[in-house]
């Protein structure tokens, strides 16, 4: 009882007046939101019908999975219609590597409508109807099987945000498309209306709010356009994203979420949202641009030559939409993506526009007209050569904790993780004094990734552990009790750009790196203070190309195809052993790594790693 007295106590201090009166506010407005819907969405279940038979509602996944021991039984699976408020996504706390919990990320990423842009790049190189038929065929299908506010379709704003985005493309590329009737317009339309009374009824607002929040707000922003509706809503929704936007991107231009992909996406959403007010002649803070275009520079910096971006934190592959890519290397030279489909476009990304006008629309007797962006697009940030990193550069983020270093081929990127109380903890990861590493386009030490969420929470907590990264840490049990929050236990301070120190509990981790310009070599040097008689542990782990062959017992030559890329010489005994890699959100693949551990008492405190490139 006492206890928990204290704790909502401290919660109630952290939050603060101001903070405590809107979570009070919006946890008010979702209650009453169900007293007036509940009843009224379940009636409405009986005018859907079920004829067609795409699965919206299912992790179609599991029935792939061949190599699963168990697959574990959810609720949101097996009920379908039931109401939003009344879905709990769960996921055990310890679960075996064979075992798979359905995950609720495989039915909400379709039901996003990302594929729209794939259906549009078709249809407009061909003229094929086929297309538009498809497009009609699945959103009718979608409307029919996910009665508003019930299943988990309902369940994230996010989702819903993002699927009205989709959608609004969707329609300005099939508008005048005379095989689609003004029927099937009307009950779209009536849908976005239902999308963005969602909205505002159940904002993913927090005192350490994150992406979801924006996205919210980016999808009600396209809605308020589309739709026509008052300037009072656009307004206010310019206003909140302003806000958000300087409360979530640091003064380095880098997201305080800890993690490069998240990063990412949050560049996504507010180059979308530039492009919205630049066409619509909505004015922006000049801060507000300088500092989104250090965004687009994180993201240059903190990918290779080969355009492979540094992975640091969770990466569950997010995106807004498919034919937008906030940042492209140079060497892959997109073109700016034209809203009438005749420019080009690489690996697959399809040309977009937002959406122009059309008097075919109606809903609730009033013509739904759009914002008249026909000549307006969203479009590939791409750097010139002249703005290309030097040969020599050193880029520290402070606000981020990272440092990257760009010499000749070679990238390599130095995690001294900072972090306040401001700050969401659900994307950090365990890798205060990580490293990884490419050359020349390859990478060689990599940070593994996320691999899944809800699906295993195993896998989930395994990859964002330290023993995932390539550092250094003493060997004790690290426990995750949830899968969205982490204990920043390990705080990084004291740092230069190529030295930091970490403290776990009462003893100080160091690392310094030194790159040897000369001899092409990169020494890694660390040391413990007020270190007690417990082990600690080394991690270099590689990407699943890389090829080990162990020399002696203090050296290793890293190969790719039987071509050698560098030579590793430790004062460390490593061994070499299995590992799992994530490149992206729900794929694992097989890598190795090698591993030493020694007592923080021995004889020789320092350890010395040096790696040499060929």
């Known amino acids: 009882m006492f206890t928990k007295i204290a704790r909502y106590s401290r919660r109630i201090i952290e939050l603060g007046c101001k903070n405590l009166f809107l979570t009070l506010k919006y946890r008010l407005r979702k209650k009453l939101f169900r007293l007036r819907f509940y009843k009224k969405a379940l009636r409405s279940e009986a005018n859907h019908t079920n004829a067609n038979q795409i699965e919206w509602q299912k992790d179609f996944k599991v029935e792939q999975l061949k190599n699963t021991n168990k697959i574990l039984e959810s609720a949101w699976q097996q009920q379908k219609n039931i109401f939003y408020q009344d879905i709990k996504i769960s996921c055990p706390k310890i679960m075996q590597a064979d075992e798979y919990n359905p995950d609720v990320k495989v039915p909400w990423e379709m039901s996003r409508f990302q594929h729209i842009f794939e259906l549009s790049a078709a249809y407009k190189q061909t003229g094929d109807k086929k297309y538009a038929e498809s497009f009609k065929y699945q959103v009718e299908d979608w409307i029919n099987q996910n009665p508003y506010l019930l299943g988990v379709n309902w369940l994230c704003p996010m989702e819903v945000g993002i699927r009205a985005i989709n959608w609004i493309h969707g329609f300005n590329c099939f508008k005048d498309d005379k095989i689609i009737p003004n029927e099937f317009w009307q009950k779209f339309t009536r849908s976005l209306y239902d999308h963005m009374h969602f909205l505002e009824n159940n904002w993913e607002w927090s005192d350490r709010p994150n992406n979801h929040y924006l996205a919210d707000l980016l999808g009600y922003f396209y809605l308020c356009e589309f739709l026509g509706d008052t300037r009072t809503k656009k307004n206010w929704v310019v206003k909140t994203m302003i806000e958000q936007f300087f409360q979530q991107i640091q003064p380095d231009g880098t997201s305080y979420e800890g993690s490069t992909n998240y990063h990412k996406l949050d560049t996504e959403i507010f180059l979308h949202f530039k492009q919205l007010c630049d066409a619509t002649k909505t004015a922006l803070p000049q801060e507000f641009c300088y500092r989104l275009t250090k965004m687009e520079q994180f993201l240059q910096d903190c990918s290779d030559e080969a355009g492979n971006l540094a992975q640091i934190g969770d990466n569950d592959s997010g995106k807004i939409t498919t034919g937008v ?164 236990e390990g705080h990084c301070e004291d740092k230069t750009s190529l030295q930091g120190a970490c403290k776990h509990k009462n003893q100080t981790a160091h690392r310094k790196l030194e790159l040897i310009k000369q001899n092409n070599e990169l020494k890694i040097e660390d040391w413990i203070e007020n270190s007690d008689s417990g082990a600690w542990k080394w991690n270099l782990i590689f990407a699943p190309e890389i090829y080990l062959e162990k020399i002696d017992a203090n050296s290793w030559k890293i190969k790719r195809k039987n071509n050698p890329l560098m030579l590793i010489q430790s004062t460390l005994d490593f061994e070499e052993q299995s590992w799992i890699y994530s490149i992206e959100y729900g794929k694992i693949q097989a890598c190795k790594k090698l591993v030493a551990q020694k007592s923080s008492t021995a004889s020789q405190n320092c350890t010395q790693t040096l790696l040499k490139f060929y």
Not at 345 to 351: I, K, L, M
Not at 402 to 418: D, E, V
């Open 325 to 488: 890519a906030p940042f492209v290397p140079v060497r892959l030279r997109y073109a700016t993506l034209r809203a009438n489909g005749g420019g080009k476009s690489v690996r697959g990304d399809t040309s977009i526009q937002f959406f122009g006008r059309s008097s075919r629309v109606f809903c609730k007797a009033k013509c739904i007209e759009g914002c008249g962006l026909q000549n307006h697009s969203v479009r590939a940030i791409y750097f010139s050569r002249r703005n290309r990193s030097h040969t020599n550069d050193i880029k520290t983020y402070p606000n981020f904790g990272l440092t990257i270093i760009k010499n000749n081929g070679l990238h390599i990127t130095f995690r001294h993780a900072t972090f306040n109380k401001r700050q969401p903890t659900g994307h950090f990861h365990q890798d205060q004094l990580a490293i990884t590493l490419s050359l020349k386009g390859i990478p060689i030490l990599i940070d593994p990734g996320t691999g899944a969420y809800t699906a295993n929470s195993g896998l989930r907590n395994q990859l964002r552990s330290f023993e995932s990264h390539n550092t250094f840490y003493p060997v004790q049990e690290h426990c995750f009790d949830e899968l969205f929050q982490l204990e920043r």
